[in-house]
């Protein structure tokens, strides 16, 4: 069984700081690139930011600056730390791995955002 498991969704202050994680298991994790899509109620699901197997980023226009995706691959993990939060960025999150024919999704926990 292969999957990728989030954690760190929750309610935060416009302003705030929120950490997603996301583990991987039973995948040459380190030849994944992974990525962190959102959907907000009534829109198309979005790239938010994606990290290649050798480290490089990119980010969505709407999150540059304040957000950053890392990756440990001794730990078969990936982040997305979410700095100055706003009401915008309120979403369901998920966790994306691709390589080859693969295509792994987290189950996406909601992240909320207060003014």
């Known amino acids: 069984q292969v999957q990728l498991v989030e954690s760190g969704g929750g309610l935060v202050q416009a302003g705030g700081s929120l950490r997603l994680s996301c583990a991987a298991s039973?995948?040459?994790?380190?030849?994944?690139?992974m990525a962190w899509y959102r959907q907000a109620p009534g829109k198309e699901r979005e790239l938010v930011a994606r990290?290649?197997?050798?480290?490089?980023?990119n980010y969505a226009d709407s999150v540059k600056g304040r957000f950053i995706i890392s990756r440990d691959n001794a730990k078969n993990m990936v982040y997305l730390q979410m700095n100055s939060l706003k009401f915008e960025d309120t979403a369901v999150y998920y966790c994306?791995?691709?390589?080859?024919?693969?295509?792994?999704w987290g189950q996406g926990p909601q992240v909320t955002v207060s003014s």
């Open positions: 994306n791995g691709q390589r080859g024919p693969f295509d792994l």
């Open positions: 990290i290649t197997s050798g480290g490089s980023t």
């Open positions: 039973r995948i040459d994790f380190s030849m994944y690139v």
